[in-house]
């Protein structure tokens, strides 16, 4: 089939991607010219795994084209995918500007009748308004031609997207004609061998499904995190009390890793947008503000404790950092809890190291050039003249560390461990103190 996606940025690329590699004729729009022109020459601008060789080889073959030509690429699709970001405007509600002004090109251009898909994570109620700006544009044309919106969301994970994409554990269409419906179904039809992975259902329902389903998720990390906080103050070990739940299938092990607050593109965003449709719809959600309100204070958890661990006061000291990517295996940093951390650290007046695996460039252009932040090109390097570590993101790299060596290193011989990563006794035994999520022993060390 022949597929258009607007916008190459993580959903639309990898979906693009993972469409032209079952033998789909794809083309890819982008306003960013640079961005079309390197991934014409296979240069792929986020790090996911898999995803550059599959880039060059579709590209290569054909079947995956970039361009800035909206009008021809409108032309080129029996289905044209809207995957343009929805960051959050001032009061948290999902801006839909870029949907929209998408919404309007496909109506300026279309020449055919045409299945529109929403791929964005866009909230209750969008694609009425992508379809009232598509036929806003033809009647100015004053020409008629029959086009559906349907609504497909993604649930694409960073660091493992083209995994999810090439093997989804479920495909929402939500759609209201039958074109549609067998349309995506046919479109779909190659990642849907083994057993019936799709599920169809009206378009609002589909737009709710993807913030239902990152509200639960997020609302799972929240709750251990609360928990771990009141393990905290029990001298009880969340560690232990997450292998005492997980096993029950009612609550899975998934999710329920505690640690430095969650981050990232959607959660965050997620959580606050769909908030913000409740209260716009005369519902106060009040769980959901009770997930972002315990996720902020979590991420300013790891500082309290420093504070707690030096008297009140990091001043003059430097901290080495592991991790600076909002989680393993990317590089993206929206929302990382190490830009809460680093922010604390520097305005209480302390130095820090840092070292990621792949987000080092992301930290530059985050953080700019300044005397308190070193990137450093080890996790070792990072330790140098270190006071003490802490640890945000839970890289493998960073599982099984030599404690005597960094007992040895880091000068006040104490880890901040933001992603319980490793065991206490261990640590202790090696002469370090150590501090975690939720594991009690923080409140002995003090
Ligand atoms: C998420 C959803 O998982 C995905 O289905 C959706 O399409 C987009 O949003 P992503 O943001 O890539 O994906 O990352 P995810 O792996 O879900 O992690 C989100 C954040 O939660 C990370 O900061 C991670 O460290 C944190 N997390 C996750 C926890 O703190 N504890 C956990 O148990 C799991």
């Keep these: 089939m022949r597929v258009t996606i607007f916008g190459t940025g993580y959903v639309g690329l990898v979906t693009g991607t993972c469409l032209a590699d079952v033998g789909h004729d794809v083309i890819c729009v982008d306003i960013d010219a640079a961005k079309v022109d390197g991934l014409n020459n296979g240069i792929v601008p986020i790090y996911e795994p898999g995803l550059e060789p599959m880039v060059k080889a579709n590209h290569a073959a054909g079947r995956l084209r970039f361009t800035t030509d909206a009008a021809s690429a409108v032309g080129h699709g029996d289905v044209v995918f809207i995957a343009v970001g929805t960051p959050p405007d001032e009061d948290g509600s999902a801006d839909l500007q870029y949907v929209l002004a998408v919404a309007r090109t496909i109506g300026q251009h279309l020449e055919r009748p045409v299945v529109v898909v929403d791929k964005s994570t866009v909230p209750v109620g969008t694609a009425d308004k992508v379809t009232a700006a598509i036929a806003a544009e033809l009647t100015k044309r004053g020409v008629e031609i029959a086009f559906d919106v349907a609504s497909n969301p993604e649930f694409l994970k960073e660091g493992d997207a083209v995994n999810d994409c090439m093997r989804p554990d479920r495909i929402v269409i939500g759609a209201s004609s039958q074109v549609a419906i067998d349309r995506l179904k046919r479109l779909y039809a190659p990642f849907n061998r083994s057993h019936e992975r799709i599920v169809v259902m009206d378009v609002r329902s589909a737009e709710l499904t993807k913030y239902a389903a990152n509200a639960m998720l997020a609302t799972k990390i929240s709750f251990m995190n609360e928990m771990a906080n009141i393990a905290e103050r029990v001298g009880a070990d969340i560690e232990m009390v997450r292998q005492g739940i997980g096993s029950d299938p009612r609550i899975g092990w998934h999710f329920i890793y505690p640690g430095a607050g969650y981050g990232g593109s959607c959660f965050p965003k997620d959580v606050q947008a769909l908030a913000r449709t409740a209260h716009h719809n005369g519902y106060d959600a009040r769980l959901l503000g009770a997930v972002e309100a315990v996720n902020e204070s979590q991420k300013g958890h790891l500082f309290d404790l420093m504070l707690q661990h ?15 990517a909002f989680k393993p295996n990317t590089d993206d940093m929206r929302e ?20 990621d695996p792949e987000a080092s460039h992301e930290a530059q252009r985050v953080f700019g050039e300044r005397e308190d932040l070193v990137l450093c090109d080890s996790a070792h390097a990072a330790l140098a003249d270190a006071d003490a570590l802490v640890v945000l993101t839970e890289w493998k790299q960073f599982r099984s560390p030599d404690f005597a060596r960094i007992r040895q290193a880091v000068a ?13 006794d261990e640590v202790e035994a090696a002469g370090i103190a150590y501090y975690g999520i939720g594991r009690g022993r923080s409140v002995r060390q003090a």
Excluded: C, M
Aim: proline share 2%; no cysteine.
């Design 336 to 355: 990382a809890s190490s830009r809460r951390l680093l922010a604390q650290l520097w305005e209480a007046g302390a130095t820090v190291r840092a070292y």
């Design 412 to 424: 006040d011989s104490v880890i901040f461990d933001g992603r319980n990563l490793y065991h206490p």
């Design 310 to 324: 030096y008297g009140g006061s990091v001043a003059g000291k430097t901290v080495a950092v592991w991790g600076l």
